[in-house]
């Protein structure tokens, strides 16, 4: 391996699940109800019915555009991609493909791979439909046309990634992108992400900036979860260099392959002479339009703070760690939960060691979300005053989310229920203060001695009150009761 440079290019689709409506028909932008039930005439290609471009869906994808640092083209139109298939009832798919159509060209992205800085320039991004979704059985096989028509964004790289751990980095990078920028959830689980992976081998000892050093391109289709990248390149890494190895590498041509999760293996499709013409053209339906300047800039403006950005802020105004930001902000929904913790009067730090140790630990262990639970930043926040305020102590704040989000009752209810309080009664303590310090009075002698028999006292009052005493101030009582003997 340490002989290679291993060259990976990724082809990313990622459907835009935050417009209202399909692509070129008003159906519902979703694909979760019941199969074939979300259909309207254009989505089944049926004779006369015409796509309409749906407006907010350019507008997400200039968004996108934007974000990667594209150049947006003056004038839009799309092409049509013929390829024959059940999941397509009009044998063409609408897209993008000559320059300058796309929504996006030349742009760059940089992101994070443990810690270091990497960067990948981005050929172009454009926008097109889904295909409906076939599912094939043993005898049989089905079509749901609900998704057909759901917008797609296909982000094509140049190879500039050298490991399996680049790839998905980058993949989580722009996840993050579309999540923030509100384009899309970009989910995987819920197929909403596809990629196809063109990885090349050549010898370390070669100019990678000359072209005709590279190695044969393979590109492996249809890897549908970043699990998947990461395990399709690694096994695509080890098959070039076993052909390097024993000498057929230049035999081998260029190729497509399919990834199968199944056997955790790479087949065999087609091969160049079997690419497939797909006879691109103009879409003569779809007018071609100019991008008004005064809508693009309208556009810009809209981008909100991504993830960068808030990690940042975390850093440099909250003074979290880059370790506890990096957390928080993985995940746009945390991040945003933590920054309305933070706008209903929450202590920055306090609020993000509530989330990385506590919060994030209940929802991996429960594979749950932060939008499933009870557990809301107005609760977070009243449990975080109660403590504050000495109502209940901080161990007891750790019961009372609990309950909280098991019981889904309110953080005041809870604390009253499990007649939870902090005792901050100072002569009440004292009483028992004294009580053990008589008990014990030997030991008062030892701790003159230089014994440390302090945490001792400090543990009786507790037990004594069920761990209810305020620390702090069952501290300072003991040391004073010791000090008068
Ligand atoms: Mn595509």
Redesign the pocket.
């Known amino acids: 391996m340490d002989n290679y440079i291993v060259m990976i290019g990724l082809e990313m ?1 990622c459907e835009i699940s935050k417009s209202n409506a399909k692509v070129f028909s008003m159906a519902e932008n979703s694909y979760e109800r019941e199969p074939n039930t979300n259909i309207q005439l254009r989505d089944m290609a049926f004779p006369g019915s015409l796509p309409v471009l749906n407006k907010k869906c350019v507008e997400l994808a200039l968004k996108a555009s934007m974000i990667l640092n594209c150049k947006q083209p003056e004038y839009m139109y799309f092409e049509r991609k013929h390829y024959f298939y059940p999941d397509l009832p009009g044998s063409y798919q609408v ?1 993008q493909e000559t320059k300058p159509a796309p929504v996006g060209m030349y742009g760059e992205l940089v992101y994070d791979c443990k810690g270091e800085k990497k960067k990948v320039r981005i050929n172009n991004l454009h926008l ?1 439909e889904d295909a409906a979704a076939c599912e094939h059985f043993d005898t049989f096989s089905t079509v749901d046309y609900n998704r057909a028509g759901v917008p797609l964004l ?1 982000l094509v790289t140049y190879p500039d990634m050298r490991s399996a751990d680049e790839a998905v980095a980058f993949l989580e990078a722009m996840r993050s992108i579309y999540q923030y920028a509100d384009i899309s959830e970009a989910d995987s689980k819920k197929g909403q992400v596809r990629c196809d992976v063109n990885i090349s081998i050549m010898e370390r000892d070669k100019d990678e900036t000359k072209e005709e050093n590279w190695g044969t391109r393979v590109e492996v289709k249809n890897v549908n979860s970043f699990g998947g990248v990461r395990d399709a390149i690694n096994y695509e890494i080890e098959r070039h260099i076993e052909l390097k190895e024993n000498g057929t590498y230049d035999d081998m041509q260029q190729q497509t392959r399919r990834w199968d999760e199944d056997t955790m293996t790479t087949i065999f499709m087609r091969g160049k002479e079997d690419a497939i013409d797909y006879r691109y053209f103009v879409d003569p339906n779809i007018p071609k339009f100019k991008l008004s300047p005064d809508w693009l800039e309208s556009i810009r403006d809209s981008i909100p703070e991504l993830a960068n950005e808030r990690k940042e802020k975390y850093m440099n105004s909250y003074g979290l760690s880059e370790y506890d930001a990096t957390i928080i902000v993985k995940e746009k929904s945390i991040s945003d939960f933590y920054e309305e913790t933070i706008k209903l009067g929450a202590d920055a730090k306090k609020a993000a060691n509530w989330l990385t140790s506590v919060i994030l630990g209940y929802l991996n262990k429960n594979e749950a979300s932060i939008g499933e639970i009870f557990l809301t930043p107005d609760r977070l926040f009243e449990i975080m005053k109660m403590t504050e305020e000495g109502k209940i102590s901080s161990k007891q704040s750790k019961e009372v989310f609990y309950h909280v989000i098991e019981n889904k009752k309110e953080p005041a209810k809870v604390v009253e229920d499990l007649d939870m309080k902090q005792i901050g009664d100072d002569s009440m303590i004292r009483e028992l203060v004294i009580k053990v310090l008589d008990e014990h009075s030997n030991l008062i002698e030892e701790h003159r001695k230089g014994k440390n028999v302090f945490d001792f006292f400090v543990g009786q009052i507790m037990k004594a009150t069920k761990g209810q005493a305020n620390p702090g101030l069952t501290a300072q009582i003991i040391r004073e009761e010791i000090e008068k003997r």
């Open positions: 689709h897209t097109e296909e």
